[in-house]
């Protein structure tokens, strides 16, 4: 009577196949076992990677609409908060700044206008990760002040990339100020 194999058996047996000494058929059934093992785990490797694709394939659109629905109440609940509250308090605080006499009121003004402009192209679904590429996804078609809420990005961005050596005048401030108010008038925003 043979003793059973145990796992020294297969090690000895593995060290034999890989130094070349001769092995009978017989004794290779490990190996055999291997190559089953290793085509089962192909195959439920390629079974779930199908039923991963599928599931996120299927979850994806009703993400996108739950995003879309979610996006819609906010905007809902934010304008009748408006509503009942008169004017947006953000917008008062930058029209305040507005009125201020220095350059900084003027460019803290402009900075928190812009950070309300996202606030706001975000509530309204314009995709993107920033207001740059939020406003290069809109069409005038339905985004009438385009081009006004551009101009008064640009200056925006002038602001944060040249800081204090970029001269602000008055008219300046007041210019891009008014086209923020326009394009949120639009939307309804303040």
Request: glycine fraction near 6%; aromatic fraction near 10%; proline fraction near 2%.
């Amino acid at each position: 009577m043979t003793p059973s194999p145990n796992f020294l058996y297969y090690i000895a047996k593995a060290y034999a196949i890989i130094s070349g000494q001769s092995v009978t058929v017989s004794e290779l059934w490990l190996e055999n076992m291997i190559t089953y093992v290793e085509w089962v785990a192909l195959a439920s490797s390629v079974i779930f990677l199908g039923l991963f694709v599928y599931y996120r394939l299927l979850t994806s659109g009703v993400e996108d609409e739950m995003k879309k629905k979610r996006l819609a109440e906010e905007m809902a609940l934010h304008t009748e908060t408006q509503k009942a509250a008169g004017k947006n308090p953000r917008w008062l605080a930058v029209e305040k700044l507005a009125e201020g006499t220095s350059e900084s009121d003027w460019r803290r003004a402009i900075l928190e206008a812009d950070s309300m402009l996202h606030d706001l192209l975000t509530l309204r679904g314009f995709a993107g990760t920033d207001i740059g590429e939020q406003l290069r996804g809109a069409n005038k078609t339905n985004f009438g002040t385009l081009d006004l809420a551009w101009e008064a990005h640009r200056l925006r961005n002038k602001i944060a990339h040249e800081g204090e050596s970029l001269q602000i005048t008055e008219r300046d401030a007041q210019a891009t100020i008014d086209q923020y108010r326009r394009v949120f008038e639009e939307f309804e925003y303040i």
